[in-house]
Structures are given as structure tokens and as C-alpha cells.
């Protein structure tokens, strides 16, 4: 067995992480930015390092599972999305712009377009939109791609999966031309300050912040508000918090799903 593979055993092992999940790049590369981090250049070096030092396991947990994401991930989000948010903006406004910002590999903004698709398809004269972003270019690669394996797909239903993806010769599913061309994918960096788009009625942002400072959150949540028309949404990850400094900012919407809806300028 080489060495690399006998780390992978090793992190199975402490870690309780499934590496066949995984492409092996992907976890090479992720490996090899722990690995820098510790200034440790041999994947034995690093295997004696893991073993020796339970605080690095925490870290290398956080960095294997840093573009980790599904399709429907926290389904109630979903349908409180699809029936307490998009309905209504459909109906009165006939349009809507939704940005799912640290999109990772796709699963997120194609969930909504999926949704979206499905719900606008008898309704007339509607325009949606939906930008998606993420700081890793090689992930917004496979995002654009759009192909997964069967485990991302544990939430579509057996009627999306007909309707909206291919079966492909490998036993991977591609997500059909009609859903993808819905969604525009760019590079965007979220410690910007400066949002992608103004006038937007919901950004979802969802499990991106757990290496974020508190400031660096109140700053992304801020700079949020200048992106979201007055009455939009900001949708966050179920274990996100919004800080209390950001009350002037926005309201709870849905407090079980962690949804959030922006005050108007004079409420500050
Ligand atoms: C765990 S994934 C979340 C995917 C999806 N939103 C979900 O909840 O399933 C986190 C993503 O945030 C991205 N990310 C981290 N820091 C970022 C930043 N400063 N700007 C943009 N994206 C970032 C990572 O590259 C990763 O793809």
C-alpha cells in the first residue's frame, strides 16, 4: 500500500470520514493545504502528525468538507422557499432574482432552479433569474458541468430526477440544458463587500461562514443588505447565526429555517 493510501485508512479511521465519497484530486488537494499549514511535505509525515495530534483533526474534518453540499440540503428549507417566498414574489411581481452565493459544486442553485422550473412552467409572463457564486474556480468547473453521483441526488424526487436529469452511461445523472441554462455561474469572492448584483428579492448563503470571523460575518450579512431590494430574503445555513448588531439590517422571517427578510432604509 503506498503512503497515501494508508493516510486515507488512517483518516478513515480517527476522522470517521468516508474518502471514497471524494475524488482523490480533491482530496489531495485539500490535504495538501493542511499540509502547508503544518509545513509538512510527505503524506507519511502527515499520517505520523494526525496520529500524534487530535487538534488536527477537527481541521483536516472542516477542510475535507469545506465544498461539501447536496441538492434539497435541509429540504423544509426548500418548500418554505418555494411556498412562502416564491410564490408570492411570482405572483405580484412576475419576476424574480435569486443569487446563491458560495454555490460550491451547483447542488444549491440548481435545487431552486428545479423549483422554479417547475412552478413557473404554468404560469404566464414570468422572468426568473439565478446568479451563482463561489470563491473556487475549480468547483465552479464541476458546478458548471453539472454532473453528480446518485448520493447527491438522495432529496429529488423520482419525478425531478426523470424530468430534469440525464442518466448518464457511467451511472452519473447531468442535470438537463433547460435547468442549466437558467443558472449563470461566476467567480466572486464574498470578503469582497461588494455584492454581485443590487436589487435581488433572496440571496442564499447557506454553510459558507464556519471559517468567517464574527466581523467578517456582520460585514457579508451588510453587505447583503446592499444587494436585496427593500423586503428581500437572506437565506442562511441551519447552524449560521445573525449577529444582534445586524438588527437594524433585517428581521426574522422564518426562525426555524434561519430565513431573513430586510428592513427598509428608514427602519435603521
Ligand atoms: C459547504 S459549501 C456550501 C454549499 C451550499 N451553499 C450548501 O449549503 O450546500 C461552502 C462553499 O463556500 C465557498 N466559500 C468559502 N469562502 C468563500 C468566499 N470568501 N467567497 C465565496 N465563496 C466562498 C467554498 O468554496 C465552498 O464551495
Not at 509538512?40 to 496520529?51: A, G, M, N, S, V
Not at 405580484?92 to 432574482?97: G, H, T
Not at 422550473?117 to 439565478?130: A, G, P, Q
Request: charged letters at 30%.
Amino acid at each position: 500500500m503506498d503512503e497515501f493510501q494508508a493516510l486515507l485508512q488512517t483518516i478513515q479511521r480517527l476522522l470517521n470520514v468516508q474518502c471514497t465519497s471524494y475524488k482523490e484530486d480533491y482530496i489531495k488537494r485539500r490535504l495538501a493545504s493542511r499540509m502547508n499549514a503544518r509545513h509538512i511535505k510527505t503524506y507519511k509525515e502527515y499520517q505520523d502528525f494526525l496520529l500524534q495530534n487530535k487538534d488536527e483533526h477537527e481541521l483536516l474534518k472542516n477542510a475535507l468538507t469545506i465544498n461539501v453540499t447536496k441538492f434539497f440540503r435541509d429540504l423544509p428549507v426548500f418548500e418554505t422557499v418555494r411556498a412562502e417566498i416564491f410564490q408570492p414574489i411570482l405572483r405580484q411581481k412576475k419576476r424574480l432574482r435569486l443569487w446563491s452565493a458560495g454555490c460550491s459544486s451547483g447542488e444549491e442553485p440548481y435545487s431552486y432552479a428545479i423549483i422554479l422550473h417547475d412552478m413557473t412552467t404554468i404560469m404566464k409572463d414570468v422572468d426568473w433569474s439565478i446568479i451563482a457564486t463561489d470563491i473556487d474556480e475549480v468547483i465552479l468547473k464541476r458546478a458548471k458541468e453539472g454532473i453528480y453521483e446518485k448520493s447527491a441526488l438522495e432529496f429529488v424526487t423520482e419525478s425531478q430526477l426523470r424530468r430534469h436529469f440525464k442518466l448518464l452511461d457511467d451511472g452519473r445523472y447531468e442535470v438537463k440544458p433547460h435547468i442549466k441554462e437558467k443558472v449563470k455561474f461566476q467567480h466572486h469572492d464574498l470578503m469582497s463587500g461588494v455584492p454581485i448584483a443590487r436589487y435581488l428579492d433572496i440571496i442564499s448563503c447557506r454553510n459558507v461562514t464556519i471559517y468567517f470571523s464574527d466581523k467578517q460575518k456582520n460585514d457579508l450579512a451588510k453587505m447583503f443588505y446592499q444587494g436585496l431590494s427593500p423586503g428581500g430574503y437572506y437565506v442562511m445555513g441551519m447552524s449560521e447565526f445573525l449577529g444582534r448588531e445586524l438588527e437594524g439590517y433585517f428581521a426574522s422571517f422564518k426562525p426555524l429555517q434561519k430565513i431573513f427578510i430586510r428592513k427598509d432604509e428608514k427602519e435603521q
